[in-house]
């Protein structure tokens, strides 16, 4: 609940769980509330937005409610229920709703209220403010600081409103607004629950991935980020959606390879949605490429608008190519067969429609220039030639020169590919990304996970990923979804962190004094077969290999030390969370000073080995404000103590064999 003012009869309360519209509810809290007026503007100007043209409403008896939608289409206003207005709000624009009665419960009370909510606000999840209409000081204060406002919650249903149909919306709406909200029975209908893979290359029994949610609010939450070893299945998981968007746009086949051999029914590929339907694509038999389709528990009398986009890990297209122009969103799922690695010469196609269309590119290109850090030049042209074949991309550096796409690097050509399909994504859109750092530089990585988590709060993003940089533990702690492909046998497999491990793991985090602490180097981790050594800290991980090869032990696993630290149980949130993630051999060393916390880890993790250095410390540690410790080795970490060796080696002769 936004609130009201004193003595203010309108309860006001907003959601974003409506997707892609926000609602906002209205409702009377005294017995009658008579003479109500409504003014709505737009304009870039706060001042100014106040005003605009009106509409009236006789009267509001206790716990009626109108309702109005806030949305970016443009064909929504004629689908709304009775009762119910749609204000358009676009890039650039402030809305100012302004509310007036002349009476409460019969008596001549006059009073009034304002609602302003710029684009920008809207789309990152901010709340509107609320503001006293008569008097332009709350609005300048609005514009000097815009994080005052009021908080908002999303409702888990609306308030005593009616809800838009499916079917007018399926009447009234062409198959290209898709984007179009469905009301509260059906907005959920428009996110994926998990998907379903079984007898799909290296599944060969079903594995299912949950996918992240969005809230409308928080950055992140609507991100799956799937991690995993080359060769374990990420990108099987690709070409499953991938699949399923074929099919529901025509047909799939599947080749002999493609195929595992030891799945007895062939392949099903299951899209569970939240409502609790299910899309299947299966195998018509056991062996045959062909494939059928169905809903499960049957057809529904209005089908998910969800629309999947699949970016493949190969972008790059043709230097020259002909005039093809299209706005579609999903022409990557337009054939009946599908490839990771092939040319998208119809990508040309979007790159048309942005260099047609003003609008279009001044957004796409902003989003280019925050990723890449500075304005990316660049128009299609005609050279000299073959009429209609000749087109090509021109970009002109900073320096004043022009030269082709050819000139460009693989990396920026990939990320064209990446940003062009979430530019004008909607929020309905489910986006899977293959292996979105290729080519690209550290930092340019760093900066499109960031845009990529800020689009997730609206839509469902799903990455598959090699790369450190694009998990973020603030994406996973506001709803992100974190899993891990990995291999037993033959056999992919899917594993995900749970929530509570989440929460868990989230307080491992170390601030300003540890700001490596699930880091990217921590993160590297995620991305590792299996045989993890977790110790106390970044120091003990450095040291480490220094004691095993002075004990003469080959090492064995990789050092798993960034922020672990010991003493306040994060050894074993770690632990927590490798077990979620499938990691089958672990190893937790702490120092000797910790015999209660070994024991808590064996009895959790009765499938890992805890263990015990022979000493209190990885080296010594000299007495400042508490007291000194002995360590492993002396005080500069150069020289492991032979008392210690034969002990030692012991321990890590224990480590080796476990790993075996």
């Given amino acids: 609940m936004l609130g009201r003012k004193a003595d203010c009869p309108i309860e006001v309360r907003f959601s974003n769980v409506l997707f892609p519209a926000t609602l906002i509810t209205l409702t009377s809290t005294a017995d009658f509330v008579d003479g109500l007026q409504f003014d709505y503007a737009l304009s870039d100007d706060l001042v100014k937005a106040r005003q605009g043209d009106g509409w009236g409403v006789k009267r509001l008896a206790r716990g009626e409610a109108l309702d109005y939608f806030v949305h970016q289409l443009d064909r929504f206003d004629d689908v709304v229920p009775p009762n119910t207005f749609a204000l358009s709000l676009q890039r650039g624009q402030v809305m100012y709703l302004g509310v007036s009665w002349t009476g409460i419960d019969g008596a001549e009370r006059a009073g009034q209220l304002g609602l302003v909510w710029s684009y920008e606000d809207w789309q990152k999840g901010l709340g509107p403010f609320l503001s006293r209409q008569e008097d332009d000081r709350d609005l300048r204060r609005y514009m000097a600081d815009r994080d005052i406002r009021l908080a908002g919650r999303n409702l888990k249903r609306r308030p005593r409103a009616k809800p838009i149909r499916n079917a007018d ?66 990108s099987t998981i690709w070409e499953s959606f991938d699949a399923i968007a074929r099919k529901r746009q025509g047909d799939v086949s599947f080749s002999e390879g493609r195929r595992n051999r030891s799945a007895p029914n062939g392949i099903r590929l299951s899209m569970n949605y939240v409502d609790g339907t299910t899309y299947v694509v299966e195998s018509q038999r056991v062996n045959t490429s062909e494939t059928r389709a169905f809903w499960l528990p049957s057809t529904p009398a209005t089908l998910p608008s969800t629309e999947m986009v699949s970016v493949p890990s190969r972008r790059y297209f043709q230097a020259n190519f002909g005039k093809n122009v299209t706005s579609q969103r999903d022409w990557m799922n337009s054939s009946d067969e599908f490839s990771r690695f092939d040319e998208r010469d119809q990508f040309t196609g979007r790159l ?15 989003l280019v220039a925050e990723v890449i850090g500075s304005p990316l030049e660049w128009s299609i042209d005609l050279a000299d030639g073959r009429h209609g074949s000749n087109y090509y991309l021109k970009v002109t550096t900073a320096h004043g020169v022009s030269h082709s ?7 920026i050509i990939s990320l064209l590919f990446i940003l062009n399909a979430l530019y004008d994504s909607q929020p309905n859109t489910l986006l899977v990304i293959d292996e979105p750092e290729l080519s690209l530089h550290p930092q340019l990585v760093k900066r499109l996970g960031r845009a990529i988590a800020r689009f997730a709060a609206t839509r469902q993003i799903v990455v598959l990923t090699h790369s ?34 989440v929460a868990e793991v989230t307080k491992t985090r170390g601030g300003w004094k540890n700001p490596h602490v699930l880091g990217s180097e921590a993160n590297e981790a995620l991305f590792l077969d299996d045989e993890i050594i977790v110790v106390e ?15 003469g032990v080959p090492q064995r696993g990789t050092v798993f030390g960034w922020g672990s630290g010991g003493g306040d149980g994060n050894p074993g949130r770690i632990a927590a969370l490798l077990a979620d993630l499938g990691f089958s051999k672990v190893v937790i060393l702490l120092d000797k000073d910790k015999p209660d916390e070994v024991k808590k880890i064996e009895s959790d993790f009765p ?23 002995p360590g492993l080795l002396d005080q500069r970490g150069k020289k492991l103590k032979p008392e210690l060796v034969d002990e030692t080696r012991e321990v890590l002769s224990r480590v080796v064999d476990y790993f075996g």
Avoid: C
């Fill in 169 to 234: 919306i399926k009447r009234r709406i062409d198959n290209e607004s898709r984007a179009i909200a469905m009301g509260p029975a059906a907005a959920k209908t428009q996110f994926v629950e998990s998907l379903e893979i079984e007898g799909f290359r290296g599944f060969g029994k079903s594995s299912k991935l949950i996918l992240g949610l969005p809230d409308g609010a928080a950055g992140g939450s609507g991100l799956t980020i799937v991690v995993g070893a080359n060769n374990a299945g990420k």
């Fill in 537 to 551: 800290g970044q120091e003990d991980s450095g040291l480490l290999p220094i004691v095993f090869s002075q004990a």
């Fill in 607 to 629: 499938q890992y080995l805890a263990l015990s250095i022979p000493a209190d410390d990885i080296r010594d540690k000299p007495a400042t404000n508490f007291k000194g410790k």
């Fill in 405 to 411: 796409s050819e000139g460009l690097g693989d990396g």
């Fill in 352 to 366: 048309f429609d942005l260099h047609n269309d003003e609008a279009k590119k001044k957004i796409f290109d902003e």
């Fill in 468 to 501: 450190p940089l694009l998990v973020s533990w603030d994406d996973v702690d506001a709803g992100a979804e974190i899993a891990r492909v990995y291999k037993v046998g033959p056999d992919s497999r899917i594993a995900q962190v749970s929530r509570s491990v």
